[in-house]
Every structure is written in structure tokens, then in C-alpha cells.
């Protein structure tokens, strides 16, 4: 036992947001795609509503959603306030990933407040990224203001929410140290 905690502690303190500039051009195999979606699926779900909902874009997929989110960006942006350069990352960004998941939530409003279920996903997103971790993938959780305006496009219905994209890929990035204050500063112990 003592060696799988250091196992999973050695994972949870080595991940980090991996951006796209960073990735490599080898493909992530769908076997492994898989594996790291499959471990979303222990995250807590209360009522085991299991909200998670994922579309993995690759291929000329990925290009195609990277193109809608640059038009989306165009279309909600005030003239006087949009970045040819940032219309253009936004490509980029799709194009240097080996995929991009959608981050959605099928919504339960009968049964449990919209929080629950973002919270499930978040944990869904946590074991997302530390298995792609284990597998030297890349990854990172962005939420772009256009995702609001992605319901249609990925058909998500009536109960349906993007809350992110997942962007992956391999990288060769050396790894860096966790900048966080003592946890020691964030606890308060009550025993009496």
C-alpha cells in the first residue's frame, strides 16, 4: 500500500496545465484516449447522475471546432475590442493538439442544483488529468467565453452545458516544480 500512495502522490504533485504551444506532433492513440475518459467515470456523482458528457474532436474534427470557436469569438467580440491574434491562436491552439474533448454536463434540474454537477465534472476533469499525467500527456482545462455559445454546434439539447475544453497532446516539456503556499496556511484544526 505505502508504494501505490507514493505512486498517486508522485502524480497528483508532478501534473500541470500543459498548453498546446507545447505539444509534440505524435498522435495520442485512441487506446489511450480512452483510458483517460474511462477514469473520468469513478469521479464522486451524487445521486449517480453521472453528468459528464465528452466529445473528443480529432483530425480535421479538432480544425473544425478550432475554426467555430475563432468565428464564435468574431461574431461576440465589439469590433473595437478583437485581436486578429487572438482569433488566430485560437486556431492554433487546435491545430498543435492531438485532440480537444468538450467538457459538457447533461444537466438533472428534477433532481439536483447545477453545482453538483459541475463539482462531478470537475472531479471527472482532476481524474482526466492525472491519468493523461501518467501517460505523459499533456493536458489542459481552458473556458474560453465562446464555450456559451458552443450548445448548438455540439448538440447538446436542453440540458445540456459546455463547461470547457480539454485540449492534449504529448510534449517533451521538462518538468517544473508546483508554485502553492503551505497547506499548512489553508487548515484549521477544530478538536474540541
Request: aromatic share 10%.
Amino acid at each position: 500500500m505505502e508504494n501505490e500512495i507514493k505512486i498517486l502522490s508522485d502524480i497528483i504533485s508532478r501534473r500541470r496545465s500543459i498548453f498546446p504551444a507545447s505539444y509534440t506532433e505524435e498522435p495520442i492513440p485512441v487506446e489511450v484516449i480512452t483510458a483517460i475518459l474511462e477514469s473520468a467515470s469513478y469521479a464522486p456523482t451524487h445521486k449517480l447522475t453521472e453528468p459528464w458528457r465528452f466529445i473528443v474532436f480529432r483530425g480535421e474534427g479538432r480544425i473544425k471546432l478550432g475554426n467555430e470557436l475563432a468565428r464564435l469569438y468574431q461574431l461576440t467580440t465589439p469590433a473595437h475590442q478583437f485581436l486578429q491574434k487572438k482569433y488566430d491562436s485560437i486556431i492554433e491552439k487546435a491545430s498543435q493538439s492531438s485532440c480537444i474533448i468538450t467538457l459538457n454536463v447533461e444537466l438533472h434540474p428534477d433532481k439536483l442544483p447545477e453545482w453538483e454537477e459541475l463539482a462531478s465534472l470537475a472531479c471527472a476533469v482532476q481524474n482526466m488529468s492525472l491519468t493523461a499525467e501518467a501517460f505523459n500527456v499533456g493536458a489542459y482545462w481552458s473556458s474560453p467565453g465562446m464555450i456559451a455559445d458552443l450548445k448548438d454546434y455540439l448538440n447538446l439539447g436542453d440540458y445540456g452545458k459546455c463547461y470547457g475544453l480539454f485540449y492534449m497532446g504529448y510534449h517533451n516539456e521538462v518538468p517544473r516544480a508546483a508554485k502553492r503556499t503551505p497547506m499548512a496556511d489553508k487548515i484549521k484544526w477544530v478538536e474540541g
